[in-house]
Structure formats: C-alpha cells, structure tokens
C-alpha cells in the first residue's frame, strides 16, 4: 500500500470517529410485507476490513462503509495496485464484524497527527515493503495468542468511538425489505494459535454495549456467554457464531472438558446453545464438515479441507477429533443420552472471513483474502518475500461460503429470529435453493402438491428442528428439494447423512436420496459419478450433465424408534473450475498440479434431530 493511500485511509478513519451518517430509505422494519412461508436471504456475517489489524497490515485499504456499498453492487478499491472489486450478483445482507482486538487502530497510525503514528511499531504497519508490515502484524498476534498483548494498542478510549462508528455505518445503510445490516464483531480467542474464535452479532443497535468484547478482557468462551448474558439483561439481543473449527486443533468441540475448564455437563450444553445456534461451517480457511479421517467411507469428506493452525508456520493441527461438525452433531447425541444435555445442537451456515471488505464467494471472481493477494500472480505463485508456507496457505485458501436464511423478511428481526431457529444452510458460495423438512404424516407424493411447503410447516420441522417419536415407533419422513443458482452449475445429488450412537461409538452413514441423469444407487448404495466437463486451458465447464432441479421424500430404512439420530442434507454441484484455474486461465499458464483443478461446491443444511 502506497504511502499515500494509507494517509488518506487515515484521515477516512479520523474524520469518521464520532459522526452519525445518514440513515438509508426510511421505511420501518414493521411496514415490510411477510411471508409466512419463508423466502431464502443470502450473506455473510464474517467480514473484515482496514479496521482490523490483520486486513489492514496485509494490503486493505477499505473501510467499513465500502463493505456495505459492495455488498449492494458496487465497486471499491482493492488493494495498492489500484484494482477494483465488484461483486456480480449483490447481497441481501450483510455485517462487518471487524476484530475487536485493536478495532481500528492500525490505520490511524499512517496520520501523522494521530499520537497512534509516534509508537515504535507505527513504521513497521504503515511500510511500503509488504513483508514488514506483515511481520508486524505477526509480532503482534503472537504477543496476544501468548496473553501478552501490547497494552498502547489497546486504548479503550479509541475502541469505543471507532466501535461507534463500526455500528452507525451499519445502520446508515439498513434498509428494511431491501438490504439488511447488523452490528458486529469478532472475538478472536487465539490460544496457542488455536482457533476458538467466533463472530458475535447484535440484532439492533439501540442496546449495543459502549465497547465490544475482546479476547484481551479473555480467551474463554464462557466469559464471552456471560458478557452475552449481561447485554441481554440490558435489553440487546445478541449470538455468537464459533467458526474455523477446523484450525482449533480439537478444541472448538470437547468431549470432557472444554477450553475454559468446564465441565460438559447440562449447564454447560444450555450455555452454550443459548448463546451459539449456528456453526460456520465453511469459510475462506477452508470446510469444517468432517475430514477423511473422520469419515473414511464419505467419499465427498476431502473437500477444500485446510489443514492448519493459525500460525505462520503452517502446523497442522494434532487433532482433527473436536475440529470437525458432523463429529460434533454425533459427540452431542452420546452427552445427551449420558444425562449431560446437548451442546451441539446447532445448525449451520457458510460465511466468508475476507479481510478486504469485499466476501470472494465467486469462484470466477475470486481476488483473495487479503488486499496484498489482489494480483493472480501473487495468488498463484507466491508474493515476494514471503516464506514458502505462508503463500502455501494463499493458494490452498478457498473461495468463501455464503450464509442462506430462511426468513419472513429481508429485516435484523426476522433473520435474527431465522437464525437464532437455525433454519439456515451454509454453501460453499454458489446461492443453490434448499429446503429440508422432516415429520410423520407425508405421503410419497407429498411434494406433488400445490401448497406443499404449507403442509411441510404444519406437518413437520424445517432444517434447525427437534421431531420426537410419534407414539407409535414410526419412522420419519424427510422432504427435501434443492435448485440450482439461477445463472450457476447444476446439481449432481443430494445426499442425506445420518449420525448416530450405537454401543457407545459414533456412528454414520450417507444415503444418496435423489440423483441426477436418472442414476441409481447400486445393491450397495454406490453411485457413478456424474462426470466432469471442465475444460482446464479455458477454465470453463458446460451444463450437460446433471439437473436443474432434485428433490425426494425419503424415509430411513435402518430407523430404530429407539435409538436418538441427527440427520442433514448435503447438496452437490458438478465439478467446476476452482478459482485457482480460473486465476491460471488468466496468467496464460497450465494449473498448478498441487491444486484441484476443478471442484463440486456444494450446500448443507442445518440437521433435523430425531430423539425417541
């Protein structure tokens, strides 16, 4: 970044503290129509910018108020080569959730009126020479990952009238029925370099608290619940989105005791359901489903895994047992039946993680994670002066999920209340259609009917419900359906995944409930692959193959009445470029051999929990 660019990035920052922007359309929340049956909202919660010190060290020259402006369609400024990014298709919602670490503090340092540019570290942020910003943002993160944060970056003054800020620009642009806002931010628990981190949203901002809580006040994720309890008591309502657990080498999900000391007892499973209903299950760091080590027998469990901890080094983690969702799903069922209650029975969502103000959830359209990965180049083939680990991990980086909600109407309230029901879907990034309802009372031809979706709500639980036995050891009906995105790659199956606990040990299985190009499922329950029609010197792919639509009612053959199950839909895609091929096409060079040429992006839904 340009010595000038981060003056003006500066004086963005100090002009801003403490104003009150203009508010967007006035139209009241309440005068925005209803849809009883729901209508799907696509976002993203986990965004950063400049303000944070990690976007703002590593290229990113964009501010809060730009994240909102290109969430709606327009183009902002990149990073220092000058580039722009749009996105192609707007959002319907969106939220910064810069780190409340160090909110805001490491652009005020390139004003030279700001006391912030006098500290030692000052020189080392604002550098043109890229590799020594970063090596300050590492000392930096280090320190606080050891419990030694830097005490002059931590000025509570200065949070409060930047995270004022952070929550005005939100509401400058909420525009009830049209494009939704919500205050946020990230609380980055770091111990050891192990990610607990989680993102933390506001439903309004009347009741937001003067000052976010940082993993400087603590670490632990009870603390957190507890300062969440407090907000509530003063009238805000707020939940936390644990993401990443892919990095926490095993402690995003313990089994006995967690991070904070707590015992997983009933207590624990209320606090943390209370506070946390959704799980962010895919991200720019990559897909925390399961792993193949953990599903061996999932052929699908490899995808765009990302095997680090958040340390420069790139270590991978020692433990993928507690890191992964789908293990989670079935860890709660085993505490549950033990008399300790469930502290995972959360839903899901996909979400983004961008540094650079701009979610890069179009593969085609991919410009990185951070402002300083804007040239392919530089993605493809490492960025100058960078340790080979490090540009490892940039080009192993996926595209960035998106957030699907089912929700009355595009407003705070009712995707709060969409969410905090986890009637929500995680993609990998494409906006495929999904619905997933389970119940006693559907009949083979149930989704042959006009008003289906009316039976299905009144009949059963959409995706982030709880079904108990019907009295008579019934087995359940599950509906689902899912639809391509409009302008994107068709379908190849989908797939239901049941979890369960038999004789103390997890348990799963896939079933392939609906296919594509009128395949079955051999005596065993495999599947031919659909093909693959990606052409890698064009980074392209054709529609041939595959459907626009797939749907099935589907009860399980292996159901006992007796034993507790989670069950949720998996949605694939046909193989299309990864971003990586696209960047090749680009450069005029073949893909690399250490990366998927091409990938199948994919949904999943929130489960639907069986309990006899």
């Given amino acids: 970044m340009s010595v000038d660019m981060r003056k003006a990035l500066a004086s963005v920052v100090l002009a801003t503290v403490g104003t009150m922007p203009a508010q967007g359309e006035d139209v009241a929340p309440g005068d925005v129509a209803k849809n009883p049956l729901r209508e799907v909202y ?10 944070s010190f990690d976007g703002y060290s590593n290229g990113s020259v964009t501010g809060p108020d730009d994240a909102y402006r290109w969430a709606r369609g327009e183009a902002i400024p990149g990073g220092g080569d000058g580039s722009l990014l749009r996105i192609k298709r707007p959002l319907d ?28 570290i000052a020189k080392r942020v604002t550098s043109d020479d890229q590799t020594v ?6 000392d930096v993160l280090n320190n606080m990952s050891a419990g030694k944060p830097d005490p002059e970056l931590n000025d509570p003054e200065i949070g409060r009238t930047i995270w004022r800020e952070v929550v005005d620009t939100a509401d400058k642009h909420y525009q009830p029925g049209s494009f939704t806002t919500f205050a946020g931010f990230e609380w980055t628990s770091n111990p050891g370099k192990q990610n607990l981190h989680r993102v933390v949203v506001f439903e309004g901002t009347e009741k937001v608290p003067a000052l976010p809580f940082s993993a400087i006040d603590s670490d632990r994720p009870e603390d957190l619940w507890q300062w969440m309890d ?63 080590m953990l599903s061996p027998n999932d052929e699908f469990a490899g995808f765009e895994l990302w095997d680090y901890t958040l340390s420069t080094d790139a270590k991978p983690p020692e433990k993928r047992r507690g890191g992964y969702a789908r293990g989670a799903w079935i860890a709660g069922l085993k505490l549950a039946a033990e008399g300790n209650g469930n502290p995972y029975k959360f839903g899901v969502i996909g979400d983004s993680d961008t540094h650079n103000s701009a979610s890069m959830i ?4 991919y410009r990185g994670k951070f402002g300083m990965e804007n040239d392919p180049a530089h993605r493809l083939n490492g960025i ?16 960035g999920g998106v957030a699907a909600v089912w929700a009355e109407s595009n407003t705070r309230e009712a995707i709060f209340d969409a969410v905090s029901r986890k009637e929500t879907y995680a993609t990998s990034g494409p906006r495929m259609t999904l ?58 199956r989908i797939q239901i995944i049941k979890g369960w606990v038999e004789d103390g040990r997890s348990m799963e299985k896939i079933y392939n409930v609906a296919l594509s190009d009128e395949r079955q499922s051999d005596a065993v329950g495999s599947v031919a692959p659909v093909g ?41 895609q046909i193989p299309t470029p990864r971003w990586s091929t696209y960047d090749a096409q680009t450069l005029g060079i073949a893909p690399r051999d250490d990366l998927p040429v091409s990938i199948q992006e994919r949904a999943w839904s929130s489960p639907i929990w069986y309990t006899p």
């Fill in 42 to 51: 696509f976002g993203n919660f986990h965004v950063h910018t400049s303000y």
């Fill in 93 to 120: 919602w969106y939220m910064v959730s810069d780190h409340a670490e160090f909110l805001g503090v490491f652009p005020m340092m390139a004003d030279p009126s700001s006391p912030l540019s006098k500290l030692d």
């Fill in 133 to 138: 910003a970063f090596r300050a943002y590492s």
């Fill in 230 to 292: 407090e907000q509530r008591n003063r009238g805000a309502e707020v939940l936390a989105i644990p993401h990443n657990g892919n990095a926490s080498n095993g402690l995003m999900f313990p089994e006995t005791v967690s991070y904070g000391g707590s015992k997983l007892d009933s207590q624990y499973a209320k606090a943390r359901m209370r506070n946390e209903p959704v799980y962010e299950l895919t991200q720019i760091k990559g897909t925390s489903e399961t792993h193949p």
């Fill in 362 to 365: 179009e593969e085609d359209n």
């Fill in 384 to 399: 100058p002066g960078f340790a080979e680990a490090n540009n490892t991990q940039v080009r192993e980086f996926s595209s």
């Fill in 435 to 492: 619905r997933f309802f389970a119940g006693y009372d559907f009949t083979e031809q149930a989704l042959d009917a006009s008003d289906w979706l009316k039976r299905a709500y009144s009949a059963g639980v959409p995706m982030g419900g709880e079904l108990s036995a019907d009295g008579e050891g019934g087995a359940p009906v599950f509906l689902v359906m899912a639809a391509k995105e409009p302008d994107g790659a068709n379908l190849d």
């Fill in 532 to 572: 693959n029609t990606v052409d890698a010197k064009s980074a392209s792919y054709r529609n041939s193959i595959g459907d626009v639509q797939l749907r099935a009612v589907w009860s399980d053959p292996d159901f006992d009445p007796k034993v507790g199950a989670v069950y949720y839909a998996r949605v694939l």
